[in-house]
């Protein structure tokens, strides 16, 4: 569609991001043409995909990290009830999709699993009673169960507690109502849904290439359609950089100020994958431990049931290992490609601060599949080497920026939403706890970039995602209405408050 108020957006991959961005303008903005380009054959091909991720609804239910001890000896729980709220933003969405008939089947994509933090040794055992606790008293998190008794932590995790006797330091805590996500799905669905649109052009095996901003404040976007080398050139009002680990590079083609001061360093993830179904059938949650002191958050060992394909799998992970990809299918040559005059010193500053992250990522290189064994024997001490095999999942391009509160070269955890002065330009960098908290990013994207819509959207947002300008932490009765109802419309569990 061509009128004066139609505007064209050029989103760029087709992976969880873009695609949940995709669907929701096209709700929001029927009118306004979308154009999709895939440089891959499928959507969610890389880190979105189910075999690239843990696929953790990450509702901070046991993940350590976002749970802190403060310096007056207290826990912490502010982050933790952040990252569920993003949650329960994210499962709104998705149940609206389901409900309006966007995307089918919830059971494909997300399945009800109990999330398990799991931790050895007298500190660690006090922090997580302290965190009980803590949790215990908010509302978002009364249903958490502890334990140090080991008969319990047999029946919670009978795998992990084979091999452990009664003398050993252990706590345990649960809550049921975690989930396991297949993002690759959902991706796949959500893309479907978009293709489906009579004003969107989803392409694939075309590659974005470069830029042009125009005097008149449009784009033009060059892209190569990657099997005939053909260049054809779009025009756009604005552009989405949803590239995942290629989001760097294409944010540096725009010559945008922002793109200026920053870099990224690409890890990839490594898992072990339990190949025995004996031992896959005794393992039923997700259980998180304590992250080594000092290293990021990818470095939360995990010990993951997964539902992929209607099957059940067991994973262990993740292990990080470097090269100089940005992408799963990307170029040797990115990384350094990367690399230009005016980020030169911001990328060499993050060294500099970072070298206990450095050593521990050339420990982790050198690890050997012996060594991760040995890394999972800590939770599951019977482990066979036979049982398990060492595979390579998906990338993350750590992002590296200088910062008025933290300097040069600060590491950023998190996705964030970089745009340009005038919002014609949005990418989104970064990584954990991307997949699952995608609808409060691509949230962001509208408000940060879109505010002179915001009277006219508002109410259409409100439709898909009820809560939304409402808080689920400070108002505990919406914040159990609406989970009650998206665990019905996604088919998940819903237990009462006790
Ligand atoms: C080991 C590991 C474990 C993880 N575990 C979890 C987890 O348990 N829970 C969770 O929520 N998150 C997890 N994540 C994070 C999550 O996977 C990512 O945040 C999320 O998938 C990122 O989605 P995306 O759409 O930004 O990127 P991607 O899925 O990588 O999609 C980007 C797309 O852009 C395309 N593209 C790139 N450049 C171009 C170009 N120039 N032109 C056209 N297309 C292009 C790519 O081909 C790709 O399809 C994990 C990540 C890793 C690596």
Not at 387 to 410: C, F, M, N, S
Request: hydrophobic share 35%; charged share 25%; proline share 5%.
């Amino acid at each position: 569609m061509n009128t004066k108020e139609s505007k064209t957006v050029v989103i760029i991959g087709a992976g969880v991001l873009s695609t949940t961005f995709g669907s929701m303008l096209k709700e929001i903005e029927p009118n306004w043409n979308i154009k999709l380009y895939e440089r891959l054959d499928r959507p969610g091909i890389e880190s979105s995909n189910e075999r690239h991720n843990a696929g953790t609804g990450h509702a901070a239910l046991c993940e350590l990290n976002y749970t802190v001890r403060k310096p007056d000896g207290s826990i912490d729980i502010e982050k933790a009830k952040e990252i569920n709220e993003q949650f329960e933003i994210s499962k709104q969405f998705w149940s609206h999709l389901v409900k309006n008939k966007s995307i089918s089947n919830p059971k494909e994509f997300i399945q009800p699993l109990p999330h398990i933090s799991f931790v050895r040794g007298k500190n660690n055992v006090q922090f997580l009673k302290d965190r009980y606790y803590a949790m215990k008293d908010f509302p978002m998190f009364d249903n958490i169960e502890y334990t140090e008794d080991i008969e319990e932590m047999r029946k919670w995790i009978p795998l992990m507690m084979k091999g452990h006797n009664s003398s050993d330091i252990m706590a345990a805590s649960k809550i049921n109502e975690g989930t396991d996500v297949n993002f690759g799905e959902l991706t796949r669905k959500m893309a479907k849904n978009i293709e489906q649109h009579p004003n969107a052009n989803v392409q694939y095996n075309h590659e974005v290439i470069d830029f042009n901003h125009r005097k008149d404040g449009k784009w033009e976007v060059k892209v190569r359609q990657r099997n005939s080398g053909d260049v054809q050139t779009e025009l756009a009002d604005y552009v989405f950089i949803g590239a995942g680990g290629g989001a760097i590079p294409l944010l540096q083609k725009t010559g945008i100020p922002e793109s200026k001061n920053l870099g990224g360093f690409p890890i990839t993830g490594q898992f072990l994958i339990c190949t025995n179904p004996d031992t896959i059938a005794k393992h039923d949650a997700k259980v998180y431990g304590k992250e080594p002191k000092g290293t990021p958050p990818m470095t939360v060992p995990h010990l993951d049931t997964r539902y992929i394909d209607g099957e059940r799998t067991l994973l262990f992970g993740p292990f990080a290992s470097v090269g100089p990809k940005f992408l799963k299918n990307g170029s040797n040559l990115d990384l350094f490609k990367s690399i230009k005059p005016y980020n030169i010193t911001t990328l060499l500053s993050s060294a500099v601060k970072n070298l206990p992250l450095i050593k521990y990522s050339f420990d982790q290189i050198l690890m050997t599949k012996e060594g991760c064994m040995n890394h999972l024997r800590t939770f599951y001490p019977e482990a066979r080497d036979e049982d398990w095999q060492l595979y390579t999942a998906g990338k993350r391009v750590q992002v590296i920026k200088d910062t008025p509160e933290h300097g040069k070269g600060y590491i950023q955890f998190g996705t964030e939403v970089v745009n340009s002065k005038d919002h014609s330009i949005i990418a989104l960098l970064g990584e954990s706890p991307g997949a699952s908290t995608s609808v409060s990013v691509a949230l962001e994207v509208l408000e940060k970039n879109f505010s002179e819509y915001e009277s006219k959207w508002t109410p259409k947002i409100k439709k898909m995602i009820p809560s939304y300008g409402q808080s689920l932490v400070n108002d505990i009765g919406l914040m159990r209405t609406i989970r009650k109802q998206t665990s019905k419309d996604l088919e998940l569990n819903y237990y009462e408050n006790k």
